[in-house]
């Protein structure tokens, strides 16, 4: 009996300490993964030129060039995915950021944005909070389309995400509403409640042995 007790405490702590790993491709904002997400339209952002912006409330987003600069515009609202008012790297006589940090305050499970404008070759990576890459793909270029071009990742305890212009020659690209889904709370509870079944299943298998 003494045995039998070992391997289902056993059981509980490699429950508690399990986390899934997982991680794929957005490519939709009806992705399940986004059920329930906030949505950053831009629109609470002052219009100008920018080098790092952060929201104070949650989820607490933020967005840093890592180089040069970026800028919230709605010149060109309407066009290439842009809706009112949105993020982009112009302009031509300005070169803006070939890196853009986005970082999520409280860590989350999935984000993705509408992408548009690229003619050139930008990589999305996402990071947990020791800097580990999780997941990285390479977006579509998308030229002038705006057929609602929708891209992010969904993976466990993502902390920021790079996008990154891989291919060495300026791109102009625009980014909009910014879709964060936050992180699933760690199961304390569920496990509370797979801890009292486990312990009337010991106790029920206790009774049956006397």
């Not at 490519?27 to 997400?37: E, I, R």
């Not at 936050?182 to 312990?199: E, R």
């Amino acid at each position: 009996m003494f045995k039998k007790m070992t391997v289902l405490a056993a059981v509980v702590v490699a429950l508690m300490s399990f986390t899934p790993a997982y991680g794929y491709f957005i490519t939709s904002t009806g992705d399940s993964a986004l059920s329930g997400a906030y949505v950053d339209d831009m629109s609470m952002w002052i219009p100008g030129d920018w080098i790092a912006a952060y929201h104070l409330l949650p989820p607490n987003q933020s967005y840093i060039a890592v180089d040069n600069h970026f800028w919230f515009d709605s010149t060109y609202s309407g066009q290439w995915n842009m809706t009112g008012q949105y993020l982009d790297n112009g302009t031509y006589s300005d070169e803006g950021f070939s890196a853009l940090k986005i970082g999520f305050g409280g860590g989350t499970s999935a984000f993705g944005f509408h992408w548009g404008a690229s003619d050139y070759q930008w990589a999305l990576t996402a990071y947990d909070a020791s800097d580990t890459a999780i997941e990285s793909y390479s977006l579509p270029i998308t030229h002038a389309s705006s057929a609602g071009e929708f891209y992010g990742i969904a993976a466990s305890n993502i902390a920021y995400a790079l996008l990154t212009n891989v291919s060495g020659t300026y791109d102009w690209v625009m980014i909009d509403d910014l879709h964060i889904a936050a992180s699933a709370v760690p199961v304390p509870g569920a496990l509370w409640l797979l801890g009292t079944g486990l312990v009337r299943l010991l106790g029920l298998r206790r009774k049956i042995s006397r």
